[in-house]
T-cell receptor, first 114, second 112 residues
Framework: AAGVIQSPRHLIKEKRETATLKCYPI?????VYWYQQGPGQDPQFLIS???????DKGSIPDRFSAQQFSDYHSELNMSSLELGDSALYFC?????????????FGQGTRLTVV | KQEVTQIPAALSVPEGENLVLNCSFT??????LQWFRQDPGKGLTSLLL?????REQTSGRLNASLDKSSGRSTLYIAASQPGDSATYLC???????????FGKGTSLLVTP
């Protein structure tokens, strides 16, 4: 079965650079979520999209932005990167239109800022 | 704000033992609760989803229960195996909003 695909899997950037993370949800899933997991931490919710509209916003820095496109894939854009942005970034998808649906996570993008 | 707590933070058991991982949450107005497994540096694998109207779910050697009124869920692992070694996270889906609230996880080590 198709899973959530994230690219790239690993990314190394320098401080003040920009990064773009991509997420391809499971086919027919209408909701995408982004989470950030720092070393030894639990995943922290950043932002979500339902049917291409922002549906919820968590602790996403103003330097970050995201969108969901017409094909339901999503991109997380990160600018003016800081050392503290180094983390695993997860994308998840679900079929929110169906009640009590399960969220499926991708393998994550490991971002290292040097 | 929903607070999710997992106890214990770490657990080491010999192979073959049955074990219980605990998850508690402060706001009982939940949409669902999901248990995940995470291997070091890897993604989150969904193990079980319990709907707010359900009491338990089973998958193979795993059984998860939910007591919404008391704000508790347990994950029961039967006949543990070394391959079960991982961090187990519970996450609560709220009635309003889309964000899953995660606990900090229980790090499980099953020794041969």
């Amino acid at each position: 079965a198709a899973g959530v695909i994230q690219s790239p899997r690993h990314l190394i950037k320098e401080k003040r650079e920009t990064a773009t993370l991509k997420c391809y949800p499971i086919p027919r899933h209408d909701t995408v979520y982004w989470y950030q997991q720092g070393p030894g931490q639990d995943p922290q919710f950043l932002i979500s999209f339902y049917e291409k509209m922002q549906s919820d916003k968590g602790s996403i820095p103003d330097r970050f932005s995201a969108q969901q496109f017409s094909d339901y894939h999503s991109e997380l854009n990160m600018s003016s990167l800081e050392l503290g942005d180094s983390a695993l970034y997860f994308c998840a998808s679900s079929l929110r239109g169906v009640k009590n649906t399960e969220a499926f996570f991708g393998q994550g993008t490991r971002l290292t800022v040097v | 704000k929903q607070e999710v707590t997992q106890i214990p933070a770490a657990l080491s058991v010999p192979e073959g033992e049955n074990l219980v991982l605990n998850c508690s949450f402060t706001d009982s107005a939940i949409y669902n609760l999901q248990w995940f497994r995470q291997d070091p540096g890897k993604g989150l694998t969904s193990l079980l989803l319990i709907q707010s109207s359900q009491r338990e779910q089973t998958s193979g050697r795993l059984n998860a229960s939910l007591d919404k009124s008391s704000g508790r869920s347990t994950l029961y692992i039967a006949a543990s195996q070394p391959g079960d070694s991982a961090t187990y996270l519970c996450a609560v889906g709220p009635n309003s909003g889309y964000a899953l609230n995660f606990g900090k996880g229980t790090s499980l080590l099953v020794t041969p």
